[in-house]
């Protein structure tokens, strides 16, 4: 089956640094990968849609200075969170569709950021 | 505007029927979708409807009605390990992408 990684799993940062969380499809191209952004106990939200060779389209409200996306590949995308802070603590997760594929999406495992 | 609505919390009986329900108002609808969640874990896909009617699959089932905006996820013979968050989520298509567009979930516990 598809196969979607992210790495890091688990990530603390100090306020103002950068991170940088990478997803990678591993056993199929996307052409289209998702960014979400998940606090506790509430559901998905989409922050961007990235798509490889292009710019990333982002969603009312996520800043996209802040969050910046590089689709490099068809099998790699980045998120940076730039000068991260305690309210950007969250559990962070991507998805991709194959290319030329179905309809489903296949999640990583997510990358828990905590930002102290 | 976008709005998916399901119920915050429920509760069964361990080897029970429970139904969850899911109501949507999106535009550009093109499919529904139902996933489990374990706390810090991703999303796992349990069922797709894109025409209406009744997808079953083993002790799942999710029914759609396109016209109503309404979708269900039923879970036959619960166990424990059904304890988890349900998420109805529409897909969309806006600005020439198929968006996932999630509901705040259900958290469901079963008890013995």
């Known amino acids: 089956g598809a196969v979607v990684s992210q790495h890091p799993s688990r990530v603390i940062c100090k306020s103002g640094t950068s991170v940088k969380i990478e997803c990678r499809s591993l056993d199929f191209q996307a052409t289209t990968m998702f960014w979400y952004r998940q606090f506790p106990k509430q559901s998905l939200m989409l922050m961007a849609t990235?798509?490889?060779?292009?710019?990333?389209?982002?969603e009312q409200g996520v800043e996209k200075d802040k969050f910046l996306i590089n689709h490099a590949s068809l099998t790699l995308s980045t998120l940076t969170v730039t000068s991260a802070h305690p309210e950007d603590s969250s559990f962070y997760i991507c998805s991709a569709n194959i290319q030329g594929g179905s309809y489903e999406q296949y999640f990583g495992p997510g990358t828990r950021l905590t930002v102290t | 505007g976008q709005n998916i609505d399901q119920p915050t919390e429920m509760t069964a009986t361990e080897g029970a029927i429970v139904q969850i329900n899911c109501t949507y108002q999106t535009s550009g609808f093109n499919g529904l979708f139902w996933y489990q969640q374990h706390a810090g874990e991703a999303p796992t896909f349990l069922s797709y409807?894109?025409?209406?009617g009744l997808e079953e699959k083993g002790r799942f089932s999710s029914f759609l009605s396109r016209s109503k905006g309404y979708s269900y996820l039923l879970l036959k013979e619960l166990q424990m390990k059904d304890s988890a968050s349900y998420l109805c989520a529409v897909r969309a298509l806006s600005g020439g992408y198929n968006k996932l567009i999630f509901g705040a979930g259900t958290r469901l516990a079963v008890h013995p």
């Open positions: 990235s798509n490889e060779g292009s710019k990333a389209t982002y």
């Open positions: 409807n894109v025409l209406d």
